[in-house]
């Protein structure tokens, strides 16, 4: 398995985590693997065989080739069907919104094709570039035009969005809401109806997503730390509250992740 990330152009870095590749051999004992939630938005183009989505035990749909995962609040399964090459755009929850008209709560818990987005003959045109790149650099270069271009399109995210969701960053999804806002219910309000536009999910949803991904990168990288150390850390009251919301969001324990075949995938994006 070949998981590599790349930094954005300094135009985008506000609004692009990284972009990434992943490269996996094809077997003929392919594992599902569970993937969970991270709070942020990706646009994939799948350039080797096909991937499996699991909507339930056991039936599945193919990903589109060229697509984007919204916001998801709940694990999901994935399968490859042969060779894994992918090639991904990791946005910051506030990114996405920047580059497209549609409300981003519509792109929520599922994936949706890029020409239903951007047109199906722009989506076509890019989607043949991306493939026919002859390696990473030039893919990043593509798709780096492509959305400088239609950032000058779009409005910038409202600042009350970003403001709310740096702060959510910088204190790893602990601050409260109510702090943010100085309580203003007004402000609330709007906050709550943007986010869901903007973003996706709510303040309160991205919070708990957030505060997920730092415990998850404490228990993968310090695996001798004991689980209410973790939930303390992480601001959460008591180890039951954490293993709560770790059940929410992954449908496991914090100590059946750990060494789950199912969860190779997540686990290398997270570490």
């Known amino acids: 398995m070949n998981y590599q990330t790349f930094q954005p152009h300094p135009d985008l870095e506000s609004l692009i985590c990284c972009y990434w590749t ?9 594992q599902k693997q569970r993937i969970i939630p991270d ?28 697509m984007v995962l919204g916001q998801t609040i709940e694990p999901f399964y994935i399968e490859p069907t042969g060779y894994v090459d992918t090639f991904a755009i990791r946005f910051y929850p506030y990114g996405f919104a920047n580059f497209v008209t549609v ?31 002859i390696n990473t650099k030039q893919r990043i270069e593509i798709i780096e035009r492509f959305l400088i271009n239609k950032l000058s399109e779009q409005s910038t995210v409202d600042s009350i969005v970003r403001t709310t969701i740096d702060t959510l960053l910088l204190t790893k999804g602990s601050a409260s809401i109510g702090g943010i806002l100085k309580e203003d219910l007004s402000k609330r309000r709007q906050l709550e109806r943007n986010f869901l536009k903007q ?38 009251y008591d180890q039951a509250h954490f293993i709560k919301d770790f059940k929410e969001f992954t449908g496991i324990s914090p100590k059946e992740f750990l060494g789950n075949e199912n969860m190779t995938l997540s686990s290398i994006f997270y570490k």
């Open 22 to 30: 992943l490269e996996v051999p094809a077997t003929d004992d392919a």
């Open 103 to 133: 409300p981003i709560k519509t792109l929520a818990n599922k994936e949706t094709p890029i020409e239903i987005l951007f047109g199906e003959k722009t989506a076509k045109k890019l989607e043949l570039e991306i493939v026919q790149a």
């Open 39 to 66: 709070g942020t938005i990706e646009m994939a183009f799948i350039l080797g065989d096909d991937i499996k989505r699991y909507t339930s035990k056991d039936n599945f749909i193919l990903q589109p080739r060229a």
């Open 199 to 236: 973003i996706g999910i709510s303040p309160k949803q991205l919070g708990k997503v957030i505060r997920l991904q730092s415990a998850l990168k404490m228990l993968l990288n310090e695996k001798g730390e004991n689980l209410t150390n973790i939930a303390y850390e992480n601001e959460y």
